[in-house]
Structures are given as structure tokens and as C-alpha cells.
T-cell receptor, first 117, second 115 residues
Framework: AQSVTQLGSHVSVSEGALVLLRCNYS??????LFWYVQYPNQGLQLLLK??????LVKGINGFEAEFKKSETSFHLTKPSAHMSDAAEYFC???????????????FGQGTILTVHP | GAGVSQSPRYKVAKRGQDVALRCDPI?????LFWYQQALGQGPEFLTY????????KSGLPSDRFFAERPEGSVSTLKIQRTQQEDSAVYLC?????????????FGDGTRLSIL
């Protein structure tokens, strides 16, 4: 079965510092990977997705993620944190081991990012 | 509308009551998903529709949960004889086409509280 592990339920950084949110996945098939952001009392907004075209994926709001097959990782980074980045971030893998043709998502537990002035 | 719309945003019900949650996907989107998000957790898959066909309901936690999408657009998630463990945020998402690489667009969710 597909699974996602996000290391660190809470990450705290200073404004202007590097943001690194960790995600490791388990998949028996080539994965499609996504990062979503959730602001309080809102739904999830897509930040970026990996679909095998390129290992370094650029997303919205200055975020990017690198797919590393050897490490089964898809960590999210941003060079300089902004106060508006404070939110909860979810890594997700699509599909399942049965090779479904649709995009059923399996999410990690989430990482709450706090940005200090 | 421009995005996925869910109603009501908040629902409080007494244990044992039936509830119905509505999802209006983005117009023309083929795929529709329901997820359940417990407090402090990531969303968990409940069920999937391709147009009006419910192709996967493997995530529905019990036979008290029922979902439909009769005309291939609006969907309703119904929970019968609600229990306290049903308290969660219920998220609906749609995507334009089928396929595991398709991004899903989420609504703001319905927060269900069972007293």
C-alpha cells in the first residue's frame, strides 16, 4: 500500500530563513507526489506536483521540491520564509498499489509551519 | 462558481441524527472525491466518483455512510445515525480528468460536530 511519512509535526523558522519540510513515501509503483497547503478553516491548495517529468519541481509562492528516488523522498523547500507561509503542509501520494487509474490521495500527517518575525 | 463549494460550512447534530453534506464541484470536472479529516490529522479517502458512477467506496468507515452523485455534478455525503467518532471535517475535491497525475481542487470543507 502507498504511505507517506512527514518528519516533524511542527517546524518553526524565522522570517527570511530557509524552510525545509520533509516527506518520505512508500510506493510499489512509480509515484505521483503532491504538496498541499492548508490555512486555518480552509481547504487544501495545491503547491506543486511531481509527475516524473523533472526531479526538481517548482511550485507557487516560491516553493520547490526535489524527488529523490534513491531516498524515497520529496522534501519541500523555500529559500526565504515569509510570515504568510505560516500554515499546515501536507505531502500526498496518488493512486494505490492496485494501479488504479484515478487520483485517490494518501496524505501524510501534516507539518505545521510557524514563522517568527 | 470558480471553485469547489461545500455546504454547510458547519454542522452540529445530536448523536443518532442523520446529516447530509453537499458538494458542488468545479463545472465540468469528471472526478469527485470525499475525504475525512480528523482533528490534527491528514485527510483520509472516503469515496470516489467518475461522473455519476461511484467507482470506489472502500474508505467509507461503515454502512452508515452513503454518497451519491446522481447527475454527475453535485454530490451528497449522507451519514445516518451519527456517532461522536463521526466528528471531523469532510472535504470534497474535484479534478478535471481522471488519472493519478491530475491535481485535485478542494472545497473549504464541512466541519461536523456530533454532540
Amino acid at each position: 500500500a502507498q504511505s507517506v511519512t512527514q518528519l516533524g509535526s511542527h517546524v518553526s523558522v524565522s522570517e527570511g530563513a530557509l524552510v525545509l519540510l520533509r516527506c518520505n513515501y512508500s510506493s510499489s509503483v512509480p509515484p505521483y507526489l503532491f504538496w498541499y497547503v492548508q490555512y486555518p478553516n480552509q481547504g487544501l491548495q495545491l503547491l506543486l506536483k511531481y509527475t516524473s517529468a523533472a526531479t526538481l519541481v517548482k511550485g507557487i509562492n516560491g516553493f520547490e521540491a526535489e524527488f529523490k528516488k534513491s531516498e524515497t523522498s520529496f522534501h519541500l523547500t523555500k529559500p526565504s520564509a515569509h510570515m504568510s507561509d505560516a500554515a499546515e503542509y501536507f505531502c500526498a501520494v496518488s493512486g494505490d498499489a492496485g494501479g488504479t487509474s484515478y487520483g485517490k490521495l494518501t496524505f501524510g500527517q501534516g507539518t505545521i509551519l510557524t514563522v517568527h518575525p | 462558481g470558480a471553485g469547489v463549494s461545500q455546504s454547510p460550512r458547519y454542522k452540529v447534530a445530536k448523536r443518532g441524527q442523520d446529516v447530509a453534506l453537499r458538494c458542488d464541484p468545479i463545472s465540468g470536472h469528471v472526478s469527485l472525491f470525499w475525504y475525512q479529516q480528523a482533528l490534527g490529522q491528514g485527510p483520509e479517502f472516503l469515496t470516489y466518483f467518475q461522473n455519476e458512477a461511484q467507482l470506489d467506496k472502500s474508505g467509507l468507515p461503515s454502512d452508515r455512510f452513503f454518497a451519491e452523485r446522481p447527475e454527475g455534478s453535485v454530490s451528497t455525503l449522507k451519514i445516518q445515525r451519527t456517532q461522536q467518532e463521526d466528528s471531523a471535517v469532510y472535504l470534497c475535491a474535484s479534478s478535471q480528468r481522471d488519472g493519478p497525475n491530475q491535481p485535485q481542487h478542494f472545497g473549504d470543507g464541512t466541519r461536523l460536530s456530533i454532540l
